[in-house]
T-cell receptor, first 116, second 111 residues
């Protein structure tokens, strides 16, 4: 069964450093998302991406964040200068196109980001 | 602003003891309501999508229902392997595709 994969599973970084989180969405999906979940809190939307551009972003997704689809399979989230409050679990999700079943977003296993 | 409230926050059941989880929502036009299961340290795993009031979906011991203001996830004769956090999320019509999640119900099923 196709699934979303994410690497690394755990990333530890120093405050102020840049990090890139990687995702491989399900192969025939066209819509891509990043969400985050701070420990003990709800899953929060960060950004959605379609047709090589951002279609929607939240207030959390400020100038320190960027997304890219560098090739036909990967989808990345970059944080330019990490802060302590960026520590969270980051989830990538993807969905297909066409029909009601395409509304479903399928999530990856997540990358745990720890900023020291 | 879209809002999702789930109750109870935590629920402890004995194996075989049926119960229901609640998800109340306010959204500017509902496109879809989603139920996910989340195990500790893992990503949300899709369970159901509901689109209109009166709709029901079933999968093994789980049944999800939808009204105009809330959704219920009914768990019939649960087993210990059903222990997880159950997340409810809504997607608004007319806007983007983002999901707005509730805080979840942490379910523990004991032998």
């Amino acid at each position: 069964e196709p699934e979303v994969t994410q690497t690394p599973s755990h990333q530890v970084t120093q405050m102020g450093q840049e990090v890139i989180l990687r995702c491989v969405p399900i192969s025939n999906h066209l819509y891509f998302y990043w969400y985050r979940q701070i420990l003990g809190q709800k899953v929060e939307f960060l950004v959605s991406f379609y047709n090589n551009e951002i279609s929607e972003k939240s207030e959390i997704f400020d100038d320190q964040f960027s997304v890219e689809r560098p090739d036909g399979s990967n989808f990345t989230l970059k944080i330019r200068s990490t802060k302590l409050e960026d520590s969270a679990m980051y989830f990538c999700a993807s969905r297909g196109q066409g029909g009601s079943s395409s509304d479903t977003q399928y999530f990856g296993p997540g990358t745990r980001l720890t900023v020291l | 602003e879209d809002q999702v409230t789930q109750s109870p926050e935590a629920l402890r059941l004995q194996e075989g003891e049926s119960s229901s989880l609640n998800c109340s929502y306010t959204v500017s036009g509902l496109r879809g309501l989603f139920w996910y299961r989340q195990d500790p340290g893992k990503g949300p795993e899709f369970l159901f999508t509901l689109y209109s009031a009166g709709e029901e979906k079933e999968k093994e011991r789980l049944k999800a229902t939808l009204t105009k203001k809330e959704s219920f996830l009914h768990i019939t004769a649960p087993k210990p392997e059903d222990s997880a956090t159950y997340l409810c999320a809504v997607q608004a019509a007319g806007g983007g595709n983002k999901l707005t999640f509730g805080t979840g119900t942490q379910l523990k099923v004991e032998l």
